[in-house]
T-cell receptor, first 111, second 113 residues
Framework: GESVGLHLPTLSVQEGDNSIINCAYS??????FIWYKQESGKGPQFIID?????DKRQGQRVTVLLNKTVKHLSLQIAATQPGDSAVYFC??????????FGTGTRLKVLA | NAGVTQTPKFQVLKTGQSMTLQCAQD?????MYWYRQDPGMGLRLIYY???????DKGEVPNGYNVSRLNKREFSLRLESAAPSQTSVYFC????????????FGQGTRLTVV
């Protein structure tokens, strides 16, 4: 079936460096994608989204890139901070009310 | 500004017991969702409600029932809990019509022994 996955289950980066978290999706009909951050013991928090008519969107310290040709999504975090340590999920919209979530990548920020 | 509120935060049940997980949102969202999160797996949709008065099955509905009590509240019921239902449960809400982000509650950690 359709699925959303992540290439790296754990990513360790040095504080101050940039982080890149990747995601592959398989449903070419998906037209909306979201990145969530989940800290330990908390619910997922929205970070940034992108629609399929865009290939890049920037927020505060975060950028999402969408490559529809290879069905790939990435989240870039600039100047990674200790507070960025969390699990990051990508999700694709598989219909107006339904989202498919990836398994998540754990980001560890090293001091 | 509470957002999405879930109760309880933690619960231990014995096999065969029943319970209801409560969820309320104060963002005037039409759509509400129940997900479960298990280690090594992404969030999986149990049930959703596109609007008050409607509910639909998601990916893993077996063993669960839901009630959309009003626009604010969406409850999840386990009639006869099983160890396989040990999980973290998240309620979420979102706008309807155009795909937008879902807002999540803090989760309920349920253990069935």
């Amino acid at each position: 079936g359709e699925s959303v996955g992540l290439h790296l289950p754990t990513l360790s980066v040095q504080e101050g460096d940039n982080s890149i978290i990747n995601c592959a999706y398989s449903n070419s009909a998906s037209d909306y994608f979201i990145w969530y951050k989940q800290e330990s013991g908390k619910g997922p928090q929205f970070i940034i989204d992108i629609r399929s008519n865009m290939d890049k969107r920037q927020g505060q310290r975060v950028t999402v890139l969408l490559n529809k040709t290879v069905k790939h999504l990435s989240l870039q975090i600039a100047a990674t901070q200790p507070g960025d340590s969390a699990v990051y999920f990508c999700a694709e919209n598989a219909g107006t009310y339904k989202y498919i979530f990836g398994t998540g990548t754990r980001l560890k920020v090293l001091a | 500004n509470a957002g999405v509120t879930q109760t309880p935060k933690f619960q231990v049940l014995k096999t065969g017991q029943s319970m209801t997980l409560q969820c309320a949102q104060d963002m005037n969202h039409n759509s509400m969702y129940w997900y479960r999160q298990d280690p090594g797996m992404g969030l999986r949709l149990i049930y959703y409600s596109a609007s008050e008065g409607t509910t639909d099955k998601g990916e893993v509905p077996n063993g669960y029932n839901v009630s959309r009590l009003n626009k604010r509240e969406f409850s999840l019921r386990l009639e006869s809990a099983a160890p396989s239902q040990t999980s973290v449960y998240f309620c979420a809400s979102g706008k309807t019509g155009v795909a937008t982000e879902a807002f999540f509650g803090q989760g309920t950690r349920l253990t069935v022994v």
